[in-house]
C-alpha cells in the first residue's frame, strides 16, 4: 500500500513539475517574442523635379529686348509661318562653325543666325520654294538697311522639306513642316520683325519694336 502511495506521489510531481515548466517557458517566450510591427512604413515622397526653361533666343545678347515671346505665328494668304527658336552667332564662332561645316553652308558673313521653324500650308493650294518659284515667302529684319539673307545648306541642296536644314520646300493644301534655316547678316541690331508673303498679302510682326525716335 505504501509502495503504490509513494509511485502515485512521485508521479503527481513529475506531472505538476512538468506544467510549471511549460507554462514557464510558454511566459518567458511571451516575455521576450518582438511585438509584430502593425504600423505601416513611412514613405517619403521624392521631389518634382522641375523641368529647365526652354531656352527660345539669344536675342538680348545683341541689345534686343523682346516686346513678344517665342514661339510667334504669322500668317499671309494661307501660308503660316511660326517661329519657334532663333539663335545668333558671331559667325567664326564655334557654334557657327560647327553648322556651316555640318551643312556646307554657303556664303558668309559677320553674324551666322540659326532658327527652328514650323511652316503649315492652309490655303488650297500648293506653296512652295524650288527653281520654278525661288521667292522667298518670309523674310527677318532687324532694323537696318542690310536684310538677313538665308543661306543654301549645299549638303542639302536638292532635299525638299529637310528636317535638318531647309532649302527647297513644296507644301500640298493642309501640309505642315518643322525645320530649321539659317542666315547671315551684316548689319546692326535695332528691331526685330518677321515678315510673310503670299498670294499678294504681306503681314509683319516685331519680336522687338523699333527704337522710338
Known sequence: M???TLVKSVLAATMLF????????ITNAAATAKPANTAKPTV????????????????????????????????????????E????????????QA????????GEG???????????????????????????????GFGSQLGAYPTMPQSKDISVNDKEALWGWNLKPGQSMTSYQAYYYNGDFKSFVIWVENKNNLVSQYIVNPPEV
Open 44 to 83: 517619403t515622397a521624392k521631389p518634382t523635379a522641375t523641368p529647365a526653361p526652354i531656352m527660345r533666343d539669344n536675342l538680348s545678347k545683341y541689345g534686343l529686348k523682346k516686346d513678344v515671346e517665342l514661339p510667334v505665328t504669322v500668317t499671309a494668304g494661307g501660308l503660316s509661318y511660326t517661329l
Open 99 to 106: 553648322l556651316i561645316k555640318k551643312f556646307n553652308y554657303s
Open 85 to 96: 527658336k532663333i539663335m545668333i552667332y558671331d559667325a567664326k564662332s564655334k557654334d557657327a
Open 18 to 25: 512538468s506544467v510549471v515548466l511549460g507554462n514557464g517557458a
Open 110 to 140: 559677320k553674324y551666322f543666325i540659326w532658327t527652328k521653324i514650323t511652316v503649315k500650308n492652309n490655303s488650297g493650294n500648293t506653296i512652295k520654294k524650288d527653281y520654278t518659284d525661288v521667292s522667298e515667302k518670309w523674310r527677318l
Open 2 to 4: 505504501k509502495k503504490t
